[in-house]
């Protein structure tokens, strides 16, 4: 270790003029949004545009000037090897091989431990990326600016690049927040999906840029640093979740994170799920990514002929004159088309038999496909060596894994993922699953083909089809799966997200303006430290209910409960108010959940649980606030359970009998609401004879005190 | 061998990346190659003007393959052949005459300058001959008359003899090489000295006081007009800008620093300002056999206008331009699509490129070429002279044998 150390001191002063420039390409995405195409085949392999992922980055990061690139492989590795062995960047590419790796700070590690045995190492910055990046932006600006940076400040150990975007649906990636010292350009905050929780520090300097317009190129600079920190922290899985973030909240050593923007003629972009597969795509096509378009061979491939309306055709396909080929489509090599056929928006392979009157729409087949006459195609993804018999439709979104054979006028259902291996029964660890699979091996796998085509007479596509449907049991996904699926965003659901993120937009700019300067006005700490809350809230109010309810049912008395609520209440970070509100929401939910066949056992419920646990609720409704948050909680409630409407005022004097609430509050909250809307009276006016007797009797009680 | 191999692999490389921008560096490049090609193939003892040329075909169809657009490549690696093919043939010619000088007298020089030699007369008919039935003479051998093509590949030739008089198969074959190579270096001589030729002609197209229309940016052009600033003479650029590379800023640029009363105005006002325009020169990027030009895009605009006002439309182009194929040939790709993100801003416009097939989806074009049709063009200026569109494919056939049209 020590004689390393000194070789490479003795190399910096020589190597100072020209470092060495050197990438670790991570060819792996250690998730499963891919699947099943992702059993049989890596990744970074699934041709884009009739052109492997892997190529588009190896050929950007030549071009950009990268002298030496590790590939870590993981997943798939001899297939990945295989390819970069046949690729005329053999030369340039060494393989780091790991297949135990689950994430990319296990492969980061793995680099780290492999140093000091291999000759190959990391010597200086290297720029970290995944293997599908699509980019064409220069990269020696943004290296020679982080070098000077390190120079100036031995802790900045990495330059993130970002790019302004505005629309976050394109790659179906999440939102992400990012603070940044517009001088410096440092990182302050980041954040990427979920809710944003901002310091208030940050909120209150003004020079600090927040921006929500933004989009995280996963492309890095990163110093050696970087890989001994993941060393050191052996937990950090995730590079943005868990290296990003505990960075910038842990204060790690004071190293510091950098941004760079790049220039927005420059493109870059990731393929993460199958929706931003179908926009790089198109964009390929669009030439936004020039020059690794598809009549440019940038990695070896056989350029195709570039025609009028951005169509790219291959100069020995063969297509009959009645098909009608549309615009921005790629036609590969060897393949034939058919009679009437009728393709917009797509993308076809080499090898690819098409019949007569095929319908192809916004859909990508890959190599060697064959589809019979008839068949209508609509926004999927064909793999490799799949058979379509005539007939059949696959409607929107489906997915068909290699060599699937789809049967005579079957009609694969929209959005489903086919493949001729048998989905897994559910496993909750995931990642190790691909593992397992590709370890298998092919024997295994063929065997599988074979029986399958044996069985195929059950098969669930049809008589003479073969595959298994897989069913999406991934509930998370399950929520978005419009989000990342190859369809075009449905239009009510883009509806629904515009105006949500409409709404947010209105909410923000009062706030945070989507780009631009934070204005420290009072209003807009308090909303900002509220809006987080608002989540959080509901959170502690589940918690609240699921303890109370353990408490009734063990019939446990107040000195045993209030300390857990306490907790919860620290742990949330709640005023005393948000718990009375919550124990009377909960309180007031057992009550309606409670057996009951009238409106009057609803309330002999009601007043039954308030009587045992008004203990309790005593505690928190010390003050007036918390006894009309009590009140305005119930209101809420009302809101949601038409069943307490009619028991308003009864339970509201209900609690006062007991105490619970005092007289004043009650006042205060009449007086709060005189002015608000008719429909909001509603339960004002309930208790208008009621708050008349309050007054009545403290003007009374008043007036026995003047007299 | 393995050494130019990987050269050559590197340059491809560079041409497929479009790392290597402008039509003289690429023609430059390209020579280079070709020329280490030459010096490093074996030659064998029968043919050798065979394995040349099929060394250098090669490596030029794999050149050619890599960026078809880039038309000087194609003509470089033609001119080679044609070297080859000239040199071969005078040697041929040379040898032949050799044999029958054996009982002639020792002393060439005298039967050179005398001219009249029996036996260097025969040589010479012989040349002429086997030029004839090879290709159509040129015109200017029509005009200057046979001594003078006789004398030219006798005097090349007129080392070999004295040296090797029994004709010596790998002397001979050292020769070939070493006159090819000549003939390259000459060549590469030719192309980075164009610039300087076409501009010493400047001084006869430019007048005092006109005014000037160019567009974009070429090199060619800027010494064009510099070379007539230099003798004095004053006169006014107007440059259009040449959207949407804008390299028309960076020649404005230029200009000033030099000197010139220089305009920039955009594309479009092309035709408003025409009437004020003397004279339109513009660079081009390649010059087909049947004169047309192809140019940066806007040119065509550019010649439209200047021929509906009778402005003249000047077109400077280095011989290395030149090239042999017409415009209509499917082998020859016009154009070349750059990417968008030079028209538009990518991170403004990337919603209206959003949501695919359902709604309509913007589509940008940024064509990097236009073609003139030759009746828009007035004259050609090369480094030999200012020709007619119509002169072109006879210039064309000096430069190239009819054999390598067809890589």
């Given at each position: 270790m020590g004689a390393q150390k000194k070789k490479d001191a003795a190399r910096v002063p020589e190597g100072l003029s020209r470092q060495r420039l050197q990438a670790i390409v991570i060819a792996d995405s250690f998730n499963t949004r891919f699947r099943p195409l992702t059993l049989e085949r890596p990744k970074v392999l699934l041709p884009l545009v009739n052109i492997p992922m892997i190529d588009y980055t190896l050929a950007w990061l030549e071009s950009a000037g990268i002298d030496e690139i590790f590939v870590f492989c993981c997943a798939h590795s001899l297939q990945l090897i295989d390819h970069l062995k046949k690729s005329q960047w053999c030369s340039l590419v060494r393989t780091i091989v790991s297949h135990k790796s689950t994430s990319v700070g296990d492969a980061l590690r793995y680099i780290y431990e492999q140093q000091h045995t291999e000759t190959s190492q990391i010597q200086g910055d290297f720029v970290l990326v995944s293997g599908d990046t699509v980019s064409n932006m220069p990269l020696a600006e943004l290296i020679r600016e982080h070098r000077e940076r390190k120079k100036r400040d031995e802790k900045a150990i990495m330059t993130m690049v970002i790019k302004k975007q505005c629309s976050r649906l394109r790659l179906g990636s999440d939102q992400l927040f990012v603070a940044v010292d517009p001088v410096t350009k440092q990182l302050l905050y980041y954040n990427e999906g979920g809710e944003v929780c901002l310091d208030k520090s940050l909120v209150l300097d003004t020079s600090v840029l927040v921006c929500n317009d933004v989009k995280d190129c996963y492309i890095d600079i990163c110093s050696p640093e970087v890989l001994s920190l993941f060393e050191d922290n052996f937990d950090y899985q995730h590079l943005r979740r868990h290296f990003v973030k505990g960075l910038l909240v842990d204060d790690i050593m004071g190293y510091k994170i950098f941004t760079h923007e790049v220039h927005s003629s420059c493109y870059a972009a990731r393929i993460d799920n199958l929706r931003s597969y179908d926009t790089v795509s198109k964009d390929i096509i669009q030439r936004w990514t020039y020059p690794y378009v598809p009549d440019i061979s940038f990695s070896g491939n056989h350029p195709l002929k570039l025609g009028r309306r951005g169509m790219y055709r291959a100069s020995d396909a063969v297509q009959s004159r009645s098909a009608d080929i549309g615009a921005s489509t790629v036609i590969g090599y060897g393949t034939r088309i058919g009679n009437g056929g009728k393709i917009f928006n797509s993308v076809i392979g080499n090898g690819c038999s098409i019949g007569s009157n095929v319908v192809i729409q916004g859909s990508y087949i890959w190599n060697n496909v064959t589809i019979e006459d008839g068949c209508e195609i609509r926004n999927a993804v064909v793999c490799d060596g799949v058979k379509i018999r005539a007939g059949a439709v696959l409607q929107p979104g489906v997915v068909l894994s290699f060599n699937v054979v789809v049967g005579r006028d079957f009609v694969v259902p929209a959005y489903s993922k086919v493949s001729l291996l048998q989905q897994a029964i559910k496993d909750d660890s995931d990642e190790e699953l691909e593992y397992a699979y590709s370890s298998r091996g092919t024997a295994d796998l063929l065997s599988g083909v074979n029986?399958?085509?044996?069985?195929?007479?059950?098969?669930?596509?049809?008589?003479?089809?073969?595959?298994?449907?897989?069913?999406?049991?991934?509930?998370?996904?399950?929520?978005?799966?419009?989000?990342?699926?190859?369809?075009?965003?449905?239009?009510?659901?883009?509806?629904?997200?515009?105006?949500?993120?409409?709404?947010?937009?209105?909410?923000?700019?009062?706030?945070?303006?989507?780009?631009?300067?934070?204005?420290?006005?009072?209003?807009?700490?308090?909303?900002?430290?509220?809006?987080?809350?608002?989540?959080?809230?509901?959170?502690?109010?589940?918690?609240?209910?699921?303890?109370?309810?353990?408490a009734v049912e063990e019939d446990n008395n107040v000195d045993h409960v209030t300390p857990l609520i306490n907790s919860l209440r620290f742990s949330y970070n709640m005023a005393s108010a948000d718990c009375a509100g919550a124990i009377f929401y909960s309180m007031m939910r057992l009550a309606v959940d409670s057996p009951h066949n009238s409106t009057s056992e609803l309330y002999r419920n009601a007043t039954s649980i308030i009587n045992k646990s008004k203990g309790l609720l005593g505690f928190y409704v010390k003050q007036i606030d918390e006894q009309i948050e009590v009140i305005m909680k119930f209101e809420e409630m009302c809101e949601e359970t038409a069943e307490l409407v009619p028991l308003f005022a009864q339970i509201v004097h209900f609690l006062y009998d007991k105490d619970v609430v005092q007289e004043d509050a009650i006042l205060r909250w009449g007086e709060e609401k005189a002015g608000a809307d008719e429909s909001d009276k509603v339960y004002l006016n309930q208790c208008e004879a009621f708050i008349q007797w309050l007054k009545e009797a403290s003007e009374e009680e008043e007036d026995e005190e003047d007299s | 061998m393995p050494d130019v191999q990987s050269m050559v692999a590197e340059f491809v490389n560079k041409l497929r990346k479009r790392k290597i921008e402008g039509s003289q560096a690429t023609a430059k490049c390209t020579v280079e190659l070709l020329r280490s090609v030459i010096s490093h193939q074996r030659v064998p003892h029968a043919n050798q003007a065979a394995a040349l040329i099929d060394a250098v075909k090669a490596v030029g169809q794999q050149l050619v393959a890599a960026n078809p657009v880039e038309l000087a490549v194609g003509n470089v690696v033609r001119r080679v052949l044609h070297i080859i093919r000239e040199e071969d043939l005078s040697l041929t010619t040379a040898a032949m005459a050799g044999l029958d000088l054996l009982d002639a007298s020792d002393d060439d020089d005298i039967d050179n300058c005398k001219g009249i030699g029996y036996p260097a007369m025969s040589a010479a008919v012989v040349a002429a001959a086997a030029r004839s039935t090879l290709r159509p003479p040129s015109l200017q051998t029509l005009l200057e008359g046979t001594p003078e093509s006789a004398t030219v590949p006798y005097t090349s030739s007129s080392g070999a003899d004295s040296e090797s008089k029994t004709a010596d198969k790998s002397s001979l074959t050292r020769k070939l090489k070493h006159d090819v190579i000549e003939g390259v270096n000459q060549l590469i001589q030719e192309i980075s000295g164009c610039h300087e030729q076409i501009a010493e002609q400047a001084i006869e197209h430019i007048h005092q006081n006109e005014v000037i229309l160019t567009l974009g940016s070429s090199r060619t052009v800027l010494e064009f007009l510099c070379a007539a600033k230099e003798k004095k003479r004053s006169f006014r650029v107007f440059v259009a800008e040449g959207a949407p590379r804008y390299q028309g800023?960076?020649?404005?640029?230029?200009?000033?620093?030099?000197?010139?009363?220089?305009?920039?105005?955009?594309?479009?006002?092309?035709?408003?300002?025409?009437?004020?325009?003397?004279?339109?020169?513009?660079?081009?990027?390649?010059?087909?056999?049947?004169?047309?030009?192809?140019?940066?895009?806007?040119?065509?605009?550019?010649?439209?206008?200047?021929?509906?006002?009778?402005?003249?439309?000047?077109?400077?182009?280095?011989?290395?331009?030149?090239?042999?194929?017409?415009?209509?040939?499917?082998?020859?790709?016009?154009?070349?699509?750059?990417?968008?993100?030079?028209?538009?801003?990518?991170?403004?416009?990337?919603?209206?490129l959003d949501f695919g097939a359902g709604s309509g989806s913007l589509q940008v074009v940024n064509p990097t070429f236009d073609y003139v049709p030759p009746n828009l063009v007035s004259l050609f200026i090369t480094d030999t002279g200012g020709h007619n569109p119509s002169y072109m494919y006879r210039l064309i056939a000096d430069y190239y044998s009819a054999d390598d049209l067809v890589m």
């Open positions: 029986n399958l085509q044996m069985e195929s007479k059950a098969s669930e596509l049809g008589p003479d089809g073969a595959g298994y449907i897989w069913e999406v049991f991934d509930s998370s996904h399950d929520e978005e799966w419009w989000k990342h699926s190859i369809v075009p965003i449905p239009m009510e659901k883009l509806a629904d997200i515009t105006q949500v993120t409409d709404d947010g937009d209105i909410e923000d700019e009062s706030v945070v303006p989507p780009r631009g300067e934070l204005k420290s006005d009072n209003d807009s700490i308090s909303t900002d430290a509220n809006d987080p809350n608002d989540d959080d809230y509901g959170y502690f109010q589940r918690e609240v209910r699921e303890t109370f309810l353990r | 800023h960076l020649l404005a640029k230029e200009l000033v620093a030099r000197g010139l009363q220089t305009t920039v105005i955009t594309d479009s006002a092309v035709f408003a300002m025409i009437s004020r325009v003397n004279m339109v020169i513009i660079g081009a990027h390649a010059v087909m056999a049947n004169g047309g030009v192809i140019g940066p895009v806007g040119v065509n605009m550019a010649a439209l206008a200047a021929k509906k006002h009778a402005v003249p439309f000047v077109v400077l182009a280095g011989s290395h331009k030149l090239c042999p194929l017409y415009p209509h040939n499917p082998e020859v790709l016009l154009n070349e699509l750059r990417s968008p993100s030079e028209l538009l801003d990518f991170g403004e416009f990337s919603d209206c």
